[in-house]
């Protein structure tokens, strides 16, 4: 009987379960360091559908039998992947599965509405009618049509925030060293042209060496006043401490992220202390690729890679 230990929504954990079938067993914990340590013992799988709890070696460690850990998401920075390497234990995720992740579009559609909330300055509008108060004359909206969308990252979310684009009439470049694939309705340009000449720029890349940081101070000075900013990759991908200093001085008046630096640990964030007291950011919980509809397809074809690694 191999023992799957799941770190996810507890909906999921009976999905797992009947996906696997006979000859798993799987227990499921909750994403602390006390909760997963206690349950560690005897796993030979350790399923992440949470992104919850960072999986460092002082985990992993009290774990002998451990041979896959695999995630329900396409990013892994989460994970020490270079002490399990040490140890022969591969680390899958959904990154390169395109015939599941294709299907997804929730992070894609959060994006955008992160988009439209900064846009329509939905949160301080919001915070005013909940005071009691009905002046629209303080929230003057941008209207999109005719405007540019500078997208960083042009895989599968960028191209849906492409046509989400074209839907509004808006123009749409993109700067990714890696796309092969162009459709019409995008323009290819440089990093540095995307950030001088677009009103929205929304970041979709994987955390890297290379893209840590990628959106630093450098390529903040090149914005024009006004522009809004999302993030729904990684929070270090952006240098937080230059995002500050270009909202301080209008080059970006406001941003939309689901993704924090450090997080689930945001009170450290200097993006969420900033968010403490303006209101012209919207900050979610990483919330991007969390429906139900998707889970459900992630889940099922997860646990059939489980399978199907005990089959080697």
């Known amino acids: ?55 460092q070696r002082q985990l992993l460690e009290p774990a002998p039998k451990l041979k896959l850990v695999i995630t329900a998401t396409t990013g892994a920075d989460h994970i020490d ?49 909940e005071q009691g108060c009905w002046n629209r004359e303080l929230f003057p909206g941008v209207m999109l ?63 890297t060496t290379e893209t840590r940081q990628l959106i630093g101070a450098k390529e903040l000075a090149l914005v024009g006043p006004g522009t809004i900013l999302i993030n729904s990759s990684r929070g270090a991908v952006v240098d937080e401490d230059a995002l500050l200093a270009a909202l301080e001085d209008g080059r970006i008046a406001s941003f939309g992220f689901d993704v924090l630096e450090g997080e689930p640990q945001v009170t450290n964030s200097r993006l969420w202390q900033y968010a403490q007291t303006h209101l012209n950011c919207v900050i979610t919980p990483h919330i991007g690729g969390f429906s139900p509809d998707a889970l459900t397809v992630v889940l099922r074809f997860t646990a059939q890679r489980i399978v199907d690694f005990f089959k080697q």
């Not at 591969?90 to 955008?112: R, Y």
């Not at 042009?154 to 162009?182: H, I, S, T």
Request: contains cysteine; proline residues 4%.
């Open 1 to 55: 009987m191999h023992k799957v230990l799941y770190l996810g929504p507890a909906e999921g954990r009976d999905l797992v379960a009947e996906q696997l079938g006979e000859g798993f067993c799987v227990e499921m914990a909750a994403p602390t360091m006390e909760a997963v340590g206690a349950s560690m013992d005897g796993a030979e799988v350790l399923l992440d559908a949470s992104m919850k709890l960072s999986l």
């Open 81 to 129: 992947s270079d002490y399990l390497q040490t140890r022969g234990i591969p680390v899958l995720t959904l990154k390169d599965q395109q015939q599941v992740i294709n299907q997804l579009t929730p992070a894609a559609e959060l994006s955008w509405m992160l988009l439209l909330a900064c846009a329509r300055k939905l949160r301080p509008a919001i915070h005013h009618v």
């Open 145 to 207: 049509k005719g405007k540019t969308l500078g997208l960083v990252g042009c895989g599968r979310l960028g191209k849906w925030m492409a046509r989400y684009a074209q839907a509004f009439g808006m123009q749409v470049l993109g700067y990714d060293p890696f796309n092969e694939d162009w459709p019409d309705y995008f323009k290819s340009v440089d990093l540095a042209e995307l950030m001088r000449t677009s009103h929205f720029i929304s970041i979709h890349v994987h955390l």
